[in-house]
Each structure stands twice: as C-alpha cells, then as structure tokens.
Nanobody, 117 residues
C-alpha cells in the first residue's frame, strides 16, 4: 500500500519561500511511469495543480505558478519537495502531494500552510 505524507512549516511569512516535503512509502518514486504531484486547495476554492516530478526526474509546472515553483527529489529518502518562492497571503491553502498514473490514485492527508506576517 502506497502512502504519502506531507511535512513542513504551517506558517510562512510574505515574500519568503514555502518548502514542503512529501515522504513516500510502499513504492519507489523512480518506478515507471508514475508522476508525483503537488496540488493545493485555497480556502473556499477548488483544487489547483501546482506541478509534478516524474519517475525520470523531469518536471512540469502550472503556467500560472511556474516562475515561482521548483520541485525536486531525494531518491535515497524516497522524498520529493516543493519550493514556492515569494509567497503572498493568496498562497494560503491546504497543500497535498499525490501520485498520478492514469489518475490521482494516492494522496497525502494534506497540510495547512498559512502565509501571514
């Protein structure tokens, strides 16, 4: 059974960089042909896909967030990490990591991140 768990600070100050890590167990992040995504849900809004890092290590980001987003991985720890720079209060959301194959089949429980001074 694949499990994903997000971790990171629950509060970030405006203009700083948000950094979250997703730890995966029960499966390798390098296994063909899985894509490991970050998704968020602002309060009162729908889900927003942020980007992914593929089994190969390639990345793809949402055009609206691309300039501020970086997703990397540590294969030795079976983890992948989101960095979102220059955050504003509009980046306040529940952040999820998820695995995509033919759909998003496994999700973390989500972690609340609040951008506030």
């Amino acid at each position: 059974q694949v499990q994903l768990q997000e971790s990171g600070p629950g509060q970030v100050k405006p203009s700083q960089t948000l950094s979250l890590t997703c730890t995966v167990s029960g499966g390798s992040i390098t296994t063909n042909y899985y894509y490991w995504s970050w998704i968020r849900q602002p309060p009162g809004k729908g889900l927003e896909w942020i980007g992914y890092i593929a089994y190969s290590g390639s990345t793809l980001y949402s055009p609206s967030l691309k300039s501020r987003t970086s997703i990397s991985r540590d294969t030795s720890k079976n983890q992948f990490t989101l960095q979102l720079s220059s955050v504003t209060p509009e980046d306040t959301a529940v952040y999820y990591c998820a695995r995509y194959y033919t759909d998003f089949d496994y999700w973390g429980q989500g972690t609340q991140v609040t951008v506030s001074s």
